[in-house]
């Protein structure tokens, strides 16, 4: 309980902490005092007062109740009556919460730092090896530039080279033909000329003219017909290779006409 001696001291309490709630914080007025305990007289604050039971929905007396539950808010923090305004506390959380975002800030700022650090040296290294490989071709220029007559001196020769290695090849082909035929040609048989035989612009084939001893023929055995046989049977000639010419036997020798043909046309 306040005694009448203490009401004075306990007005100006009251008034002063309006003051200090009003200009500290900048809140609203207050619109109302509520009292617990035994009643005290606060007349001249130019507020309302009422007095603050808890415990007025229960039966009993409950004049006291107010410290109790007062008391019981101190110590267990169940209730709390907050009088800061809204922006102010808002702040006030902001503030709090302000180490935590300055903090992040830093660390983002960090990563974001790191980062721009890495592509720099990224772009250093790069510009490095651009600056070398540069150098490099600069280095390489005249040998190049030494080189490009040489190579084109080389292409002219492989050129030629081809031609003279097609007109050997040619050579080569033609000096086996002719080997390859006498070779089927028996003794007192042997060849006079020949000349290409030509299909569409290709040789196909040859034309030769041959002569026989008769008296190297067997008796009997038609040694043309034999000479055309084993042409034929040959790899390199096909089965059109026929006598075209083929004289009947006069004096000691005769001449006849083999139109020898290539199984492949002639290179």
Same mark, same amino acid.
């Given at each position: 309980?306040? &005694?009448?001696?203490? #009401?004075?001291?306990?007005?100006?309490?009251?008034?002063? &902490?309006?003051?200090?709630?009003?200009?500290?914080?900048?809140?609203?007025?207050? #619109?109302?005092?509520?009292?617990?305990?035994?009643?005290?007289?606060?007349?001249?604050?130019?507020?309302?007062?009422?007095?603050?039971?808890?415990?007025?929905k229960m039966k009993g007396e409950g004049a006291g109740?107010?410290?109790?539950?007062? /008391?019981? #808010?101190?110590? =267990?923090?169940?209730?709390?009556?907050? /009088? $800061?305004?809204?922006?102010?506390?808002?702040?006030?959380?902001?503030?709090?919460?302000?180490?935590? $975002?300055?903090?992040?800030?830093?660390?983002?700022?960090?990563?974001?730092? %790191?980062?721009?650090?890495?592509? =720099?040296?990224?772009?250093?290294?790069?510009?490095?090896?651009?600056?070398?490989?540069?150098?490099?071709?600069?280095?390489?220029?005249?040998?190049?530039?030494?080189? $490009?007559?040489? *190579?084109?001196?080389?292409?002219?020769l492989e050129r030629e080279a081809n031609v003279y290695?097609?007109?050997? *090849?040619?050579?080569?082909?033609?000096?086996?033909?002719?080997?390859?035929?006498?070779?089927?040609?028996?003794?007192?048989?042997?060849?006079?000329?020949?000349?290409?035989?030509?299909?569409?612009?290709?040789?196909?084939?040859?034309?030769? &003219?041959? %002569?026989?001893?008769?008296?190297? *023929?067997?008796?009997?055995?038609?040694? #043309?017909?034999?000479?055309?046989?084993?042409?034929?049977?040959?790899?390199?000639?096909?089965?059109?290779?026929?006598?075209?010419?083929?004289?009947?036997?006069?004096?000691f020798a005769r001449e006849f006409v083999l139109d020898?043909?290539?199984? *492949?046309?002639?290179?």
């Amino acid at each position: 309980p306040v &005694s009448a001696e203490m #009401v004075p001291r306990l007005k100006q309490e009251i008034a002063r &902490s309006i003051s200090f709630y009003l200009n500290q914080h900048g809140g609203n007025s207050p #619109v109302k005092i509520l009292q617990t305990g035994e009643p005290a007289d606060l007349t001249g604050l130019d507020l309302p007062v009422e007095t603050f039971d808890p415990f007025r929905k229960m039966k009993g007396e409950g004049a006291g109740g107010g410290v109790l539950a007062g /008391l019981a #808010v101190r110590e =267990n923090a169940a209730i709390k009556i907050n /009088l $800061i305004p809204e922006t102010l506390q808002k702040a006030r959380r902001f503030k709090k919460r302000q180490p935590v $975002i300055i903090s992040a800030a830093i660390s983002a700022l960090l990563v974001f730092a %790191v980062w721009i650090f890495g592509l =720099n040296q990224m772009a250093g290294l790069t510009r490095q090896k651009t600056a070398a490989i540069k150098g490099e071709i600069a280095r390489l220029e005249p040998v190049e530039n030494r080189l $490009i007559p040489l *190579e084109e001196k080389a292409a002219e020769l492989e050129r030629e080279a081809n031609v003279y290695r097609e007109l050997a *090849e040619q050579r080569a082909f033609w000096l086996d033909t002719l080997a390859e035929i006498k070779a089927y040609l028996p003794k007192g048989m042997f060849l006079l000329k020949s000349e290409p035989i030509k299909t569409e612009d290709k040789v196909s084939g040859l034309r030769i &003219s041959a %002569v026989s001893y008769l008296d190297y *023929e067997t008796e009997g055995a038609d040694a #043309v017909a034999e000479v055309r046989n084993a042409l034929q049977s040959s790899p390199r000639f096909s089965d059109k290779t026929k006598v075209t010419n083929r004289p009947t036997k006069r004096l000691f020798a005769r001449e006849f006409v083999l139109d020898v043909f290539f199984e *492949e046309a002639a290179p």
